[in-house]
């Protein structure tokens, strides 16, 4: 089956520490994303790449790093630099930047600082 | 002022109900709408695209008003099934930075009550 798959699906973080969220889709897209959702709110883009070795700064990218060096796979680290980083993060995909191409996302990460 | 803009409901219908919702944008060199369903704590998925003619998939219509920059989506003979919240998503070129990107709404909640 064709998809997304982010991983862990719920993750606890202490002050201080830095973690790794996980991403990788089999879906062959060029394209992936890394936003952010708060209660109540629309999503939010922190990075995005359009291919391999290559990403860029969403809206709120301080506080998070990314690396792209499989197509399938685009790992976000949110560091302790991140002061609010209690959120659900979504990875998405898409064939490209084109206008017509529509993302499609994995499962999310619910992250919880302690 | 945000960039997409929805009501945030909840609208709160009885079944077999016809419910629209509508969605503004400002910037106008967006160039791609679309709709997203997202069922609580999980990811969004995509509904449909939406063209410059409206189109139609099932049971959902959707339309574009480009002149006056906004979209809208109408539910027809609703389900339970339905209940959800509905994101209104605009892919627009920013001149000033050259990204083409996706914005979404905060969306707009259904609940479909027996």
């Known amino acids: 089956d064709g998809g997304i798959t982010q991983s862990p699906k719920y993750l606890f973080r202490k002050e201080g520490q830095n973690v790794t969220l996980s991403c990788e889709q089999n879906?062959?897209?060029?394209?992936m994303y890394w936003y952010r959702q708060d209660p109540g709110q629309g999503l939010r883009l922190i990075y995005y790449?359009?291919?391999?070795?290559?990403?860029q700064k969403g809206d709120i990218a301080e506080g998070y790093s990314v690396s792209r060096e499989k197509k399938e796979s685009f790992p976000l680290t949110v560091t302790s630099a991140q002061k609010n980083p209690t959120a659900f993060y979504l990875c998405a995909s898409s064939g490209g930047l084109a206008v017509y191409n529509e993302q499609f996302f994995g499962p999310g990460t619910r992250l919880t600082v302690l | 002022r945000k960039e997409v803009e929805q009501d945030p409901g909840p609208f709160n219908v009885p079944e077999g109900a016809t419910v629209a919702f509508n969605c503004t944008y400002s910037n106008s060199a967006s160039q791609s709408f679309f709709w997203y369903r997202q069922d609580c704590r999980k990811e969004p998925k995509l509904l449909m695209s939406v063209y410059s003619s409206g189109n139609e998939d099932g049971r959902f219509t959707a339309q574009l008003n480009r002149a006056s920059q906004y979209i809208s989506l109408l539910i027809r003979d609703s389900k339970l099934s339905d209940s959800a919240t509905y994101l209104c998503v605009v892919n627009a070129l920013y001149m000033d930075t050259g990204r083409r990107a996706l914005t979404f709404g905060s969306g707009t909640r259904l609940q479909v009550q027996p």
């Open positions: 879906l062959n897209h060029d394209a």
């Open positions: 790449s359009q291919i391999v070795n290559d990403f």
